[in-house]
């Protein structure tokens, strides 16, 4: 039995030392320093790329016709016929209704007559004129021969030294009192002379009232016919036939009572505000020449919900010069182009709400990475690229950024060339001069 046991013994000790023993395969996988080798890292590229970076300014707004005429009737009256409807173009002067014109016609009959009879006073009162003049020079004469009568009577009435009177003292009265007949009457002729004359001055005036009185119903005749001010679209009709309306003013057509509402579909532009913390952005620049341009040239893209695919481009036309005191915000007007630069069967319409891009700062040629490739610690920023397999990791400064893209420069002494691989996906945990292996996918690898 303790034969039994011993044998036992001695054959699990000798198992235990065999397992001991390091296999061929096992001691093949072990260095001199007794350290497992690390295994290079599996990682994803993209090459650094050239492409043209932009810093926009987004905003909302609706777009607007460059010209919308509120038309109102410009006379009372009862509506008889509406020439146009909604969405029809129409020309200036065009008509879109008709009131009854029937009192206006009336009125201007009555003022041409009335100019008439003014006209034919005229030559009644330049005869009368005339016969007011040849009495006026027969009671001239009559007083001049009565003062010459006078004078002699006057004469042969006092006796001399050598011959008696031969007039009494009451026939010479009789002659001075001829005199002074005579030349009151040429003092009456005159003055009916001179009234005349001014009843002739006057007629002229109500001549020229009475024409006045005509083109003022002629005038309100032609209210009786509401025109277009202007080329362009109807965009709203009010009017109908049998509808009762007064002379409204311009006021009162934006209260909202206007029969009709004429935009310009041809010239559209946008307003929109912006802090005046931006003012700045939107200043207008001397141009090549040392004039001053529109506001920094900037470029203005619009989108529309109606047409998601199409873009509209714009201009930046006027900046108001002050800043509203209470919103502290100033006002931008940009001009719009109507058709799609990408689609000219897509057409923009006034009313439209639109998003806006306003391109403030470009750069055309920047270097750009993924923005996942760029790693930061605090506020300083790197990139890990490789080069001979190795990661190498290069300090950048970061520029303009857009959704997917940010762009790099690099700093200090280091270098980064176009088209060199940088590592976007498994760049987290890399070391400055780690082994890794770019994976097949990576846009470098192919």
Partial sequence: MHRSISVRALLLCALFVAACQPTDSAAASTNDTGLKPRERSRVLVEPVAEREMLKTLDTTTKVESEFQHEIVPRASGLVTEVLVEEGDRVEAGQVLARLDDREAKIAVGEAEVALKEARDNVPKLAIAIKESESRAESARRSSEQAQRDFERNEMIAVAGNERPGLLSAKELEQSRLQRDQAVSDHDTAKLALERTRV?????????????????????????????????????????????????????????????????????????????????????????????????????????????????????????????????????????????????????????????????????????????????????????IVVRDGLARRVAVEEGLSDEEFVEIRAQGEATLKLGEPVVVVGNRDLEEGAEVEIDASSASAK
Avoid: C
């Avoid at 310009?264 to 200043?283: G, M, S």
């Avoid at 695919?309 to 109507?338: C, H, L, W, Y």
């Fill in 199 to 383: 009843e002739h001055e006057s007629a002229k005036n109500a001549v020229a009232r009475a024409e006045l009185q005509l083109e003022q119903a002629r005038l309100m005749f032609s209210y009786m016919e509401i025109l277009a001010p202007a080329r362009g679209v109807i965009a709203l009709r009010s009017l109908k036939v049998g509808d009762s309306v007064a002379a409204t003013t311009s006021f009162s057509a934006r209260a909202g009572v206007a029969g009709f509402t004429l935009v310009d579909t041809e010239k559209l532009r946008v307003v929109f505000y912006r802090p005046q913390r931006e003012l700045a952005l939107f200043r207008p620049r001397e141009t090549a020449n040392g004039e001053p341009g529109h506001a920094g040239g900037l470029e203005l893209t619009a989108t529309t919900e109606a047409m998601p695919n199409a873009k509209f481009r714009g201009a930046i036309e006027r900046v108001s010069p002050t800043i509203d005191a209470q919103s502290g915000a100033f006002r931008v007007t940009a001009a719009m182009q109507v058709a799609a630069e990408n689609d000219p069967g897509a057409k923009l319409l006034p009313g439209m709400l639109v998003r806006l891009e306003i391109v403030t700062e470009r750069h055309p040629n920047a270097m750009v990475v993924p923005k996942r490739a760029v790693l930061r610690e605090g506020e300083v920023g790197h990139v």
